[in-house]
């Protein structure tokens, strides 16, 4: 036999095979060239190039690496220029795009944005690895990155643009990444936020959940500001802190959120809070529940009753720079302190502790010039003796004492005025100095307050060590010994107490208690009062500095109320002496603002590990109150502030701020799909469904933007549109942009994924492809849907079964109006064109629907109908001029893909099957004949190659449909007996052999320079050789042939050169014709109908073999042994090199091996499989691997027929 490529082993020829441009090349070439059209196109052909980027960008996949960027080759170097060049393009497309947005056709605009890019997110991702971007882009390609990581409704269905996208962005630029990270973080914070509000709408009762969700929202609250955010927080607050038996941590969590949104960094937040606060205070407080016997409506403001709360209201709230906010604060805490008849008592105890606790602060805010402040130095004042007190004698004290530091003088009048009352009410008031009716008291308001507050002194280290302090504590201690010199003493003492590394000792040994001692004896009108009132100056220094450094004793000296009223009094006494009531005014505010002073630890420059305590007070203390020294001051911590943005925040600018808005409204309506529907409505409709601040809403250039980019959500509205369609041009728009974002959508998800279910795009169509057409509109526009419905399948890479179904039932149903445009159309048809226009579309529906389906997805509905219509469509004739070329192929194409399953022929309506299949072989051949047999000069010619590919295949399955389901009719194979008329023996140049009836129209097939023509050339002859009848009408036919058709099969199989797919059939063949057994001593001259088998002339005794003899003579010459144990030697389970059928819709490649291969292999003839699939479009395509595996499990399987030494069971197809 001669080389299958001998026909085209020509100069001319050859030139052909010399590719002018590599893949590569053609690649980019088509990309730029794409780019350049997507600039300015029409919806028509925005869906055109999206298809083509669509297959392009599966080619860029498979022929370029990141590896193209290391190599140096002209070819490799060339590419990859072309490459940047094209991703910069696309990058500066992208950009112009965004920048366009206030053009007329916004809508287009945002469509050719999504298909850019998804085109520069699958090249990074195929192209380019993360390290080499920075070397390869420039700085301003951050944009185009971060532009792609904020576009919302694309990566709502495209969910790997963040981290395919987001690695080049941070590789590139790691601030932008940075910034991008954070925009996520917020994102995430606003999802939070949204689930809280609908969370508290439903009053779910979930407190920790809501709260969990509150403070995951914070974050994101700069940004926003909603309100209602804010109201709900404080309400949950409030209904956290009002159970009976409230959850602790709960507690805890609602004030920490309380906090957080009182001292928030942003005013407008600030004061939706104490709104909020202020709010429920006064509606929970109020004169109409008081007058409820069982009420507990006071219980909602329970969570304010404590004093991290309370202490950031004063502190941060009354004194806040806005004026709304302090108001706010003050009316708030004025209801509080005057609601004691509104509260239980209970919650007026937990509020008045709590007050105390931050009464120093809160009594800043005293004055004689507004409610706030008369209400405050109403609550110190002293009770009525038949009024029950608000808080304790010893606060209402040292709160009027404090209020001496206040700089309102009128206050410190009335606040000296309750004080000398106080000071009369003490116990032995009258036996006590100074004598009140004679004293003047009158100083008293200014007594504390200096012109200019004092330094603090350094702390220094005494000249005078340990033991020299005891010795001048032992003086001053000393009974009856000279009192100027104790007097001297104790001065002494109160100098060197100045180094605190001294008290320590001085504490020790009991100073603390004598001091103490002294006082108390100084006030008493005795004989000795006159001594002992020489030792307050000095004791007054001494308590000032121990209690100074040591919080422990300011501690236990501030709620001793015997030291107020000492303090008081010795200033009385020394009222003129500016040093005494200094320290006396120092010690004071010690005692009196212990509640809310802080220690602070340092250590000493010259002292090594010593620690010094020392004493801080608020800033709002030293700002409000005339203190007489300058303290250390702290601003609180318990406000829980959040950490602070940059400035300017890159989250407030482009296109990060529209990021946030778009993530916003995505959350507040659950979903992308919800926002879209919402978008969709009217202007009225819209404004009554929204309810958050307008900086939050979409402009009307950002709705088009989410509505047009949002791909699932536009393809229900692509299929509603089709629905709703009153004409049709409103129909052939909406099947454009279904098309569209179908597309997208396949882009989207790498193809890996079937259509949303909820799009229900069959029953649109089905509106229109159900009914006949009327008009040439209408024809038009079925035209349109069957190309539609074509594409659909096409890049839809996984076909549901509902969808499968319903385009098997429109195709092959016996009332489908699609099935008549499959017939010729009538002559008086007014408008043929359209209607043979919808005839091309509908076998591409049909091909694409058979290379999608391996059988028909509805056992209802048979393919006999279909393949009926189709079988008519064919135009017979006599010569190959005659044929509509595109359309016979066309419909060849379509009948190989309906006729590849078994049982196709059942329902072909009233004709009978087996006749029908008969009919259908004769005009196949007819067909063949014309464009195949004999063409002699046109040899050379590729004009009708795919009609006699396809041809041959359909003959192929159609053998095997008549082996598989008409077997019992006998003498079935002779059906494809073919002689040629006269005509065609003045056509083409034939043999007198070749004229006769016969099978010899199936040799021209098996040399055919088509890989796939030979080897379904070769499955012919496997389907019609499985019965005896068969194998001899073969063998007959194949007398011409060097060996006959025993030679034929073995050099396929034995060719080194011929691929595996051929090899396969003849193996095949040869397992049917060894199937039968082979008579030992046949007779070549006897007519009877027994099987011969081969037949071989020995050279030297010119004998004549046949049978078994004749097929061992045959191996032996060529070596059959020998050859098989190459084969095997020579197989590789794996190959990097896939062969692809031109026939076949999608590759599949098989797992077989060549121990799965050997599995088959045994001494039973059942151990091989009894169907061998033919060669279809489930399976014409494999690997060079899979086909060399199937190949020698074959092989062996025949080897083990050979070494019985008898013929076994044949292939039942």
Same mark, same amino acid.
């Given at each position: 036999?001669?080389?299958?490529?001998?026909?085209?082993?020509?100069?001319?020829?050859?030139?052909?095979?010399?590719?002018?441009?590599?893949?590569?090349?053609?690649?980019?070439?088509?990309?730029?060239?794409?780019?350049?059209?997507?600039?300015?196109?029409?919806?028509?052909?925005?869906?055109?190039?999206?298809?083509?980027?669509?297959?392009?960008?599966?080619?860029?996949?498979?022929?370029?690496?990141?590896?193209?960027?290391?190599?140096?080759?002209?070819?490799?170097?060339?590419?990859?220029?072309?490459?940047?060049?094209?991703?910069?393009?696309?990058?500066?497309?992208?950009?112009?795009?965004?920048?366009?947005?206030?053009?007329?056709?916004?809508?287009?605009?945002?469509?050719?944005?999504?298909?850019?890019?998804?085109?520069?997110?699958?090249?990074?991702? @195929?192209?380019?690895?993360?390290?080499?971007?920075?070397?390869?882009?420039?700085?301003?390609?951050?944009?185009?990155?971060?532009?792609?990581?904020?576009?919302?409704?694309?990566?709502?269905?495209?969910?790997?643009?963040?981290?395919?996208?987001?690695?080049?962005?941070?590789?590139?630029?790691?601030?932008?990444?940075?910034?991008?990270?954070?925009?996520?973080?917020?994102?995430?914070?606003?999802?939070?936020?949204?689930?809280?509000?609908?969370?508290?709408?439903?009053?779910?009762?979930?407190?920790?959940?809501?709260?969990?969700? $509150?403070?995951?929202?914070?974050?994101?609250?700069?940004?926003?500001?909603?309100?209602?955010?804010?109201?709900?927080?404080?309400?949950?607050?409030?209904?956290?802190?009002?159970?009976?038996?409230?959850?602790?941590?709960?507690?805890?969590?609602?004030?920490?959120?309380?906090?957080?949104?009182?001292?928030?960094?942003?005013?407008?937040?600030?004061?939706?809070?104490?709104?909020?606060?202020?709010?429920? @205070?006064?509606?929970?407080?109020?004169?109409?529940?008081?007058?409820?016997?069982?009420?507990?409506?006071?219980?909602?403001?329970?969570?304010?009753?404590?004093?991290?709360?309370?202490?950031?209201?004063?502190?941060?709230?009354?004194?806040?720079?806005?004026?709304?906010?302090?108001?706010?604060?003050?009316?708030?805490?004025?209801?509080?302190?005057?609601?004691?008849?509104?509260?239980?008592?209970?919650?007026?105890?937990?509020?008045?502790?709590?007050?105390?606790?931050?009464?120093?602060?809160?009594?800043?805010?005293?004055?004689?010039?507004?409610?706030?402040?008369?209400?405050?130095?109403?609550?110190?004042?002293?009770?009525?003796?038949?009024?029950?007190?608000?808080?304790?004698?010893?606060?209402?004290?040292?709160?009027?004492?404090?209020?001496?530091?206040?700089?309102?003088?009128?206050?410190?009048?009335?606040?000296?005025?309750?004080?000398?009352?106080?000071?009369?009410?003490?116990?032995?008031?009258?036996?006590?100095?100074?004598?009140?009716?004679?004293?003047?008291?009158?100083?008293?308001?200014?007594?504390?307050?200096?012109?200019?507050?004092?330094?603090?002194?350094?702390?220094?280290?005494?000249?005078?060590?340990?033991?020299?302090?005891?010795?001048?504590?032992?003086?001053?201690?000393?009974?009856?010994?000279?009192?100027?010199?104790?007097?001297?003493?104790?001065?002494?003492?109160?100098?060197?107490?100045?180094?605190?590394?001294?008290?320590?000792?001085?504490?020790?040994?009991?100073?603390?208690?004598?001091?103490?001692?002294?006082?108390?004896?100084?006030?008493?009108?005795?004989?000795?009062?006159?001594?002992?009132?020489?030792?307050?100056?000095?004791?007054?220094?001494?308590?000032?500095?121990?209690?100074?450094?040591?919080?422990?004793?300011?501690?236990?000296?501030?709620?001793?109320?015997?030291?107020?009223?000492?303090?008081?009094?010795?200033?009385?006494?020394?009222?003129?002496?500016?040093?005494?009531?200094?320290?006396?005014?120092?010690?004071?505010?010690?005692?009196?603002?212990?509640?809310?002073?802080?220690?602070?630890?340092?250590?000493?420059?010259? @002292?090594?590990?010593?620690?010094?305590?020392?004493?801080?007070?608020?800033?709002?203390?030293?700002?409000?109150?005339?203190?007489?020294?300058?303290?250390?001051?702290?601003?609180?911590?318990?406000?829980?502030?959040?950490?602070?943005?940059?400035?300017?925040?890159?989250?407030?600018?482009?296109?990060?701020?529209?990021?946030?808005?778009?993530?916003?409204?995505?959350?507040?309506?659950?979903?992308?799909?919800?926002?879209?529907?919402?978008?969709?409505?009217?202007?009225?409709?819209?404004?009554?469904?929204?309810?958050?601040?307008?900086?939050?809403?979409?402009?009307?250039?950002?709705?088009?933007?989410?509505?047009?980019?949002?791909?699932?959500?536009?393809?229900?509205?692509?299929?509603?549109?089709?629905?709703?369609?009153?004409?049709?041009?409103?129909?052939?728009?909406?099947?454009?942009?279904?098309?569209?974002?179908?597309?997208?959508?396949?882009?989207?998800?790498?193809?890996?994924?079937?259509?949303?279910?909820?799009?229900?795009?069959?029953?649109?169509?089905?509106?229109?492809?159900?009914?006949?057409?009327?008009?040439?509109?209408?024809?038009?526009?079925?035209?349109?849907?069957?190309?539609?419905?074509? $594409?659909?399948?096409?890049?839809?890479?996984?076909?549901?079964?509902?969808?499968?179904?319903?385009?098997?039932?429109?195709?092959?149903?016996?009332?489908?109006?699609?099935?008549?445009?499959?017939?010729?159309?009538?002559?008086?048809?007014?408008?043929?064109?359209?209607?043979?226009?919808?005839?091309?579309?509908?076998?591409?529906?049909?091909?694409?629907?058979?290379?999608?389906?391996?059988?028909?997805?509805?056992?209802?509905?048979?393919?006999?109908?279909?393949?009926?219509?189709?079988?008519?469509?064919?135009?017979?004739?006599?010569?190959?001029?005659?044929?509509?070329?595109?359309?016979?192929?066309?419909?060849?194409?379509?009948?190989?893909?309906?006729?590849?399953?078994?049982?196709?022929?059942?329902?072909?309506?009233?004709?009978?099957?087996?006749?029908?299949?008969?009919?259908?072989?004769?005009?196949?051949?007819?067909?063949?004949?014309?464009?195949?047999?004999?063409?002699?000069?046109?040899?050379?010619?590729?004009?009708?190659?795919?009609?006699?590919?396809?041809? @041959?295949?359909?003959?192929?399955?159609?053998?095997?449909?008549?082996?598989?389901?008409?077997?019992?009719?006998?003498?079935?194979?002779?059906?494809?007996?073919?002689?040629?008329?006269?005509?065609?023996?003045?056509?083409?140049?034939?043999?007198?052999?070749?004229?006769?009836?016969?099978?010899?129209?199936?040799?021209?097939?098996?040399?055919?320079?088509?890989?796939?023509?030979?080897?379904?050339?070769?499955?012919?002859?496997?389907?019609?050789?499985?019965?005896?009848?068969?194998?001899?009408?073969?063998?007959?036919?194949?007398?011409?042939?060097?060996?006959?058709?025993?030679?034929?099969?073995?050099?396929?199989?034995?060719?080194?050169?011929?691929?595996?797919?051929?090899?396969?059939?003849?193996?095949?063949?040869?397992?049917?014709?060894?199937?039968?057994?082979?008579?030992?001593?046949?007779?070549?001259?006897?007519?009877?109908?027994?099987?011969?088998?081969?037949?071989?002339?020995?050279?030297?005794?010119?004998?004549?073999?046949?049978?078994?003899?004749?097929?061992?003579?045959?191996?032996?010459?060529?070596?059959?042994?020998?050859?098989?144990?190459?084969?095997?030697?020579?197989?590789?389970?794996?190959?990097?090199?896939?062969?692809?059928?031109?026939?076949?819709?999608?590759?599949?490649?098989?797992?077989?091996?060549?121990?799965?291969?050997?599995?088959?292999?045994?001494?039973?003839?059942?151990?091989?499989?009894?169907?061998?699939?033919?060669?279809?479009?489930?399976?014409?395509?494999?690997?060079?691997?899979?086909?060399?595996?199937?190949?020698?499990?074959?092989?062996?399987?025949?080897?083990?027929?050979?070494?019985?030494?008898?013929?076994?069971?044949?292939?039942?197809?």
């Amino acid at each position: 036999m001669g080389s299958p490529l001998s026909e085209t082993h020509d100069p001319a020829a050859t030139g052909l095979l010399t590719p002018n441009v590599t893949l590569p090349q053609f690649c980019m070439g088509v990309l730029s060239s794409t780019l350049h059209l997507l600039g300015d196109c029409s919806l028509e052909v925005l869906v055109k190039v999206c298809e083509l980027l669509h297959w392009l960008m599966q080619l860029v996949e498979e022929c370029i690496s990141p590896a193209l960027w290391t190599k140096q080759s002209p070819l490799a170097r060339e590419t990859a220029a072309t490459l940047l060049t094209v991703i910069h393009e696309a990058g500066a497309l992208l950009l112009s795009l965004k920048e366009a947005r206030d053009q007329q056709d916004l809508s287009l605009c945002r469509q050719k944005h999504v298909c850019v890019s998804l085109l520069l997110t699958r090249l990074l991702g @195929t192209v380019l690895l993360p390290d080499q971007t920075s070397s390869l882009f420039p700085n301003n390609s951050r944009i185009v990155l971060s532009t792609i990581l904020t576009d919302l409704p694309l990566i709502d269905v495209c969910k790997d643009i963040p981290e395919t996208v987001g690695k080049y962005l941070a590789a590139m630029d790691g601030q932008a990444y940075e910034t991008y990270m954070q925009c996520l973080s917020i994102c995430s914070a606003i999802k939070k936020c949204c689930q809280f509000l609908m969370e508290f709408q439903q009053r779910s009762g979930r407190e920790s959940l809501m709260l969990q969700l $509150a403070s995951d929202s914070l974050p994101c609250l700069p940004y926003h500001q909603h309100p209602l955010f804010v109201k709900y927080c404080v309400e949950l607050s409030s209904d956290v802190c009002r159970e009976s038996h409230p959850v602790a941590s709960l507690v805890i969590d609602s004030r920490r959120l309380l906090l957080q949104l009182m001292s928030f960094c942003k005013v407008e937040v600030q004061l939706s809070a104490y709104q909020a606060c202020l709010e429920i @205070t006064e509606n929970s407080l109020h004169v109409n529940h008081a007058a409820e016997p069982y009420s507990r409506a006071c219980e909602r403001t329970c969570f304010l009753i404590n004093r991290d709360i309370l202490y950031c209201i004063c502190v941060s709230g009354i004194c806040n720079e806005s004026l709304k906010i302090s108001r706010c604060a003050e009316k708030l805490v004025r209801h509080l302190l005057k609601s004691k008849l509104l509260m239980s008592g209970s919650l007026w105890k937990q509020f008045t502790e709590c007050a105390v606790i931050i009464l120093p602060v809160l009594q800043a805010y005293t004055s004689n010039s507004s409610d706030f402040g008369r209400c405050l130095l109403e609550f110190v004042d002293i009770p009525l003796s038949n009024e029950a007190s608000r808080i304790s004698s010893l606060e209402i004290l040292r709160g009027n004492i404090r209020l001496l530091f206040s700089p309102d003088y009128r206050v410190r009048v009335e606040a000296a005025s309750r004080l000398v009352t106080l000071l009369s009410r003490e116990e032995r008031s009258l036996h006590k100095l100074p004598d009140l009716t004679s004293a003047d008291v009158a100083c008293l308001p200014n007594l504390f307050v200096l012109e200019q507050a004092r330094f603090l002194e350094p702390c220094s280290t005494s000249v005078i060590q340990v033991e020299g302090m005891l010795k001048i504590y032992e003086i001053f201690i000393g009974d009856g010994g000279d009192v100027l010199l104790q007097r001297a003493a104790c001065d002494q003492l109160a100098v060197i107490l100045e180094d605190m590394t001294l008290h320590g000792e001085f504490l020790k040994q009991g100073g603390l208690a004598y001091v103490q001692e002294q006082l108390n004896g100084a006030f008493q009108k005795d004989s000795t009062a006159d001594v002992y009132i020489q030792f307050i100056p000095g004791c007054v220094k001494m308590l000032r500095f121990l209690a100074h450094h040591d919080y422990s004793l300011r501690h236990l000296l501030a709620h001793n109320p015997h030291i107020y009223y000492q303090m008081l009094r010795a200033s009385l006494l020394y009222q003129d002496d500016v040093e005494t009531c200094y320290n006396i005014a120092h010690l004071l505010i010690l005692l009196l603002f212990d509640e809310v002073a802080n220690v602070y630890v340092s250590l000493e420059e010259d @002292t090594t590990n010593f620690v010094k305590r020392g004493f801080s007070l608020p800033h709002i203390i030293a700002k409000m109150y005339k203190l007489p020294f300058k303290a250390v001051t702290h601003q609180p911590n318990v406000f829980q502030q959040l950490p602070l943005h940059t400035d300017p925040d890159p989250l407030l600018q482009d296109p990060w701020v529209g990021c946030l808005r778009v993530q916003w409204n995505v959350c507040w309506h659950n979903s992308m799909q919800s926002l879209v529907e919402h978008l969709r409505l009217n202007t009225e409709e819209k404004a009554r469904a929204i309810d958050f601040p307008d900086h939050l809403r979409l402009s009307a250039a950002e709705e088009v933007v989410v509505k047009s980019g949002a791909i699932a959500p536009s393809l229900r509205y692509a299929v509603d549109c089709i629905n709703n369609a009153t004409s049709h041009d409103a129909a052939r728009e909406g099947l454009q942009q279904l098309l569209l974002y179908l597309i997208l959508h396949s882009g989207c998800l790498r193809m890996d994924s079937e259509l949303p279910e909820t799009v229900h795009w069959e029953q649109a169509f089905s509106r229109f492809l159900d009914v006949q057409p009327n008009s040439p509109a209408d024809e038009e526009l079925v035209r349109h849907l069957l190309v539609a419905t074509a $594409a659909v399948m096409t890049v839809t890479p996984a076909l549901s079964q509902s969808t499968s179904v319903w385009v098997w039932k429109i195709l092959s149903s016996n009332n489908s109006p699609l099935q008549s445009r499959l017939l010729p159309p009538d002559e008086d048809t007014d408008d043929q064109t359209a209607i043979v226009a919808s005839s091309k579309e509908l076998l591409l529906l049909i091909r694409t629907y058979g290379s999608k389906v391996n059988a028909p997805a509805s056992k209802d509905l048979p393919a006999g109908g279909l393949v009926q219509s189709l079988f008519s469509y064919l135009s017979v004739a006599g010569a190959t001029h005659f044929y509509n070329l595109a359309a016979l192929e066309s419909t060849l194409s379509c009948l190989f893909y309906i006729t590849s399953s078994h049982g196709w022929s059942i329902g072909c309506g009233e004709q009978n099957g087996f006749q029908f299949c008969c009919d259908f072989v004769q005009t196949l051949l007819e067909v063949l004949a014309s464009f195949h047999r004999g063409r002699g000069g046109i040899s050379m010619s590729f004009m009708g190659c795919g009609v006699t590919r396809s041809t @041959t295949l359909c003959l192929q399955h159609l053998a095997h449909e008549m082996a598989h389901s008409y077997s019992d009719v006998n003498d079935w194979q002779k059906q494809w007996l073919y002689s040629t008329t006269a005509a065609d023996q003045a056509d083409v140049d034939c043999t007198n052999e070749e004229l006769g009836a016969g099978m010899s129209w199936i040799i021209p097939l098996w040399t055919y320079r088509d890989t796939e023509v030979r080897a379904a050339g070769l499955g012919i002859a496997v389907g019609l050789t499985h019965t005896s009848v068969g194998r001899k009408l073969m063998s007959a036919s194949c007398h011409s042939i060097p060996g006959g058709l025993w030679g034929a099969a073995l050099s396929f199989l034995l060719d080194t050169s011929e691929a595996s797919i051929v090899k396969e059939q003849a193996c095949l063949l040869l397992v049917n014709l060894i199937c039968e057994p082979l008579e030992v001593t046949a007779d070549i001259t006897d007519d009877s109908s027994s099987w011969l088998g081969p037949v071989v002339k020995d050279e030297d005794s010119a004998v004549f073999l046949s049978g078994l003899p004749a097929l061992l003579a045959l191996l032996q010459h060529i070596s059959f042994y020998g050859e098989v144990a190459a084969i095997v030697t020579e197989y590789f389970a794996e190959d990097t090199v896939a062969w692809t059928s031109h026939m076949a819709a999608s590759p599949r490649v098989s797992s077989d091996t060549i121990f799965d291969a050997s599995n088959h292999h045994g001494v039973s003839t059942g151990n091989m499989p009894n169907d061998q699939t033919p060669v279809t479009a489930s399976t014409g395509t494999s690997t060079p691997a899979s086909l060399r595996g199937r190949c020698i499990n074959h092989i062996l399987y025949m080897l083990d027929g050979f070494q019985s030494g008898h013929g076994f069971k044949y292939f039942n197809i």
